[in-house]
């Protein structure tokens, strides 16, 4: 049986212009299937993240073509890509970025509530349960700037979680993080892949991470020269 | 609380930076307080100038005008090419009575518009007393007409006006006669008009408007006396007063009394000239200095909303990057602007009522010469509320505006690249 398709890159292509014209990624082809657990690794600078924000959709200037569930999504309006990101993507920056003036579980929260699809108190039930998850309930009413590094990180990600994308994406998700807690992220997202069909697209510098995914993508110079398989 | 995620966001924004917020409020707030307690006080002000000009003029008087001779009639036909003899055309030496004046009144009294109309003798005259002279007019009125049409009884300072059509000879004279020749109710003035003879007269009364030029002026006597006085007969009229139902009417029904009646029909505004352009120009003034404060509280918002856009740019992209949309971002940092807004508007007319209502209550004095004004001038005119309202929504609106399109506009990848 073919598995649905929950990503595909075709020809994916950029450029910087500033300081000098650089091209960053050079056309980049790949697709991965629904519940699949991809891993992405390479040199620092060889293109990742500029990668991975173009897969989230919040880059629009490239060439190329990005379907997502099966929707191009290439060339859509902004307000359709951020509803795409709203409703089908997780996104866990390499940096933890939480709205500091807002409680963790607001921070969790505002996703869902910006979806509407539950109403706030099924919302905020729910964010808990993923604070849960991560073993950061405890520090769910403190606001978002008093927590340590790993904290907030682990936030982030039970925030990247809360609308159940099909889609996650880490940008070095686990970088701020412990072995134990690393660990613990990485159980977490197979069984998301594994029992769930969640998507999930990491970019990470953790071999052993990297190793126990379902699959490796390496790039190079900004191309992939490995796709894994 | 079911508030919208957006307005969640803008009300934790507002509140993590309340000295911010509370300064921009209190921009707004000073503004809409300015223009209601400003409003107030000049429609106030206004309003008194306009009542107490109909404490003397009516909205309407019909009066027979003096016109200049027509001496050139060949001026008509020829133009320049005739020769003068005469050089110097002179008023006509006319009767400035007018013709059948009460078959006029039962004409006028017939328009629709009309609440209340009385003819009226009205005389340039001589005061006299001992050895000292005051010129200035007599009124020889109906003065039962006369107190239902101006309100006499709230300007007298002595004396009963009804006394008038009792006591033989009588006149009611102004306090600022009265004062000059040193004269109290009950004591005698000599009258000379132009036409007659002096007449001695007793005093019934005395009383102020107010208004220096009439109070020093004008004296009343019955009409049948002011009659007596110019030695014209009793079907001599020289004004004709009515009031109408709406004063604002005046101008439309003036000319159609002009047309129907061939004299000379003047309005109120026309009477006031002076007194309208003093309001305008007074509304000029009063309208730049509002314009000054709210564009102050303007840029205060605007400022802060600035600020607040260029600290959170961080923030901005991360609820990008989580499904906000720019309209949502726009909505986010609009809605702090009106609530600040909001917030200093509500208290702003809460403020300009409490200063009109203030004022209105602080005693300027019962001097005579003040006439009937005690206290300050202030209307409470709903209206006003809501047009604070509107340009404070106006001003926020437009101060909110270009911030929030800006933080719309914040690109995520960008910021979060670094
Ligand atoms: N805004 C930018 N302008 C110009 N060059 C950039 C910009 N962002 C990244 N680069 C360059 O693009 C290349 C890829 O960067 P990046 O995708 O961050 O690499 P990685 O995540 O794999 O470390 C690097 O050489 C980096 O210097
Ligand atoms: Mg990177």
């Given amino acids: 049986m073919m598995a649905d398709i929950a990503l595909r890159a075709r020809n994916i292509t950029k450029y910087f212009h500033d300081p000098v014209t650089l091209q960053v990624l050079k056309n980049i082809s790949f697709e991965v299937t629904s519940g699949e657990f991809v891993s992405i690794v390479g040199k620092s600078g060889c293109g990742k993240s500029t990668l991975l924000y173009v897969l989230s959709t919040m880059d629009t200037d490239y060439e190329g073509e990005l379907e997502i569930q099966q929707e191009r999504v290439t060339g859509r309006s902004l307000n359709d890509l951020a509803r795409i990101r709203n409703e089908s993507i997780g996104f866990v920056f390499q940096f933890h970025y939480l709205l500091p003036d807002f409680t963790c579980l607001k921070n969790v929260m505002i996703p869902a509530l910006r979806l509407g699809r539950l109403s706030p108190a099924e919302i905020e039930e729910k964010a808990y349960e993923k604070l849960k998850l991560f073993g950061v309930e405890e520090q769910a009413l403190k606001r978002a700037n008093k927590l340590s590094g790993g904290q907030q990180q682990r936030v982030a990600i039970a925030r990247a979680l809360i609308n159940d994308p099909a889609i996650i994406m880490g940008d070095e998700p686990t970088g701020n993080l412990d072995s134990k807690n690393t660990g613990l992220v990485f159980d977490l997202f197979q069984q ?8 999930l697209i990491t970019v990470t510098h953790d071999e052993d991470f990297a190793r126990r995914s379902d699959r490796t993508i390496v790039m190079a110079d900004g191309e992939i020269t490995s796709h894994g398989k | 609380m079911k508030l919208n995620v957006n307005t969640q966001i803008a009300i934790t924004y507002l509140s993590t930076r309340k000295k911010q917020t509370l300064v921009a409020s209190l921009g707004v707030m000073f503004g809409i307080s300015m223009f209601i307690f400003m409003q107030s006080l000049m429609k106030g002000t206004n309003d008194y100038f306009e009542k107490s000009s109909f404490s003397s003029t009516p909205h309407i008087r019909l009066y027979n005008e003096n016109k200049v001779a027509n001496t050139h009639l060949m001026d008509n036909a020829i133009k320049d090419a005739s020769v003068k003899i005469l050089a110097n055309p002179k008023q006509l030496k006319q009767n400035l009575g007018m013709t059948n004046p009460y078959g006029i009144i039962n004409l006028l009294r017939k328009f629709p518009e009309v609440a209340f109309i009385t003819p009226q003798v009205t005389a340039n005259v001589i005061y006299t007393s001992g050895n000292v002279q005051v010129t200035g007019n007599i009124a020889g009125v109906s003065i039962v007409e006369e107190d239902k049409m101006f309100d006499v009884q709230q300007n007298m300072i002595s004396g009963d006006f009804h006394d008038l059509d009792k006591v033989n000879n009588g006149i009611l004279i102004g306090k600022g006669i009265a004062d000059k020749l040193s ?15 002096d007449m001695t007269m007793r005093i019934v009364g005395i009383y102020a408007t107010g208004m220096k030029t009439v109070d ?3 004296s009343y006597a019955n009409i049948v006396q002011a009659q007596n006085i110019m030695g014209k007969d009793r079907s001599y009229v020289t004004d004709i007063k009515i ?7 005046a101008y439309t029904v003036a000319r159609r009394m002009e047309v129907i009646t061939g004299y000379k029909a003047e309005d109120w505004v026309q009477a006031n000239e002076q007194l309208k352009t003093a309001f305008k120009i007074r509304a000029i003034i009063l309208n730049s200095v509002i314009g000054v404060i709210l564009l102050v509280a303007g840029f205060g918002i605007y400022n802060i909303l600035n600020m607040t856009i260029y600290e959170k740019m961080k923030e901005i992209a991360i609820l990008k990057a989580q499904g906000f949309s720019g309209r949502a971002v726009t909505s986010i940092f609009l809605q702090q602007a009106i609530y600040i807004g909001l917030m200093g508007g509500t208290i702003g007319l809460l403020l300009g009522f409490l200063l009109s209502f203030g004022l209105s209550r ?20 709903f209206p006003h509320y809501l047009e604070a309202i509107c340009f404070g929504v106006l001003t926020t609106f437009a101060a909110g505006f270009f911030p929030a399109r800006k ?6 990848v960008t910021i979060i690249r670094g």
Wanted: without cysteine; hydrophobic residues 25%.
């Fill in chain 2, 216 to 218: 020093d002026t004008r």
């Fill in chain 2, 362 to 381: 602080v005693y300027i004095g019962s001097s005579t010469s003040m006439g009937s004004l005690k206290y300050f001038p202030m209307s409470f005119y």
């Fill in chain 2, 183 to 197: 004269l109290h109710t009950g004591d005698n003035i000599t009258v000379r008009s132009g036409e007659g003879n």
């Fill in chain 2, 243 to 249: 009031n109408l139902k709406d004063y604002n009417q």
């Fill in chain 1, 192 to 199: 998301l892949s594994k029992e769930y069909g969640q998507t």
């Fill in chain 2, 407 to 412: 933080a719309a506009k914040v690109d995520p």
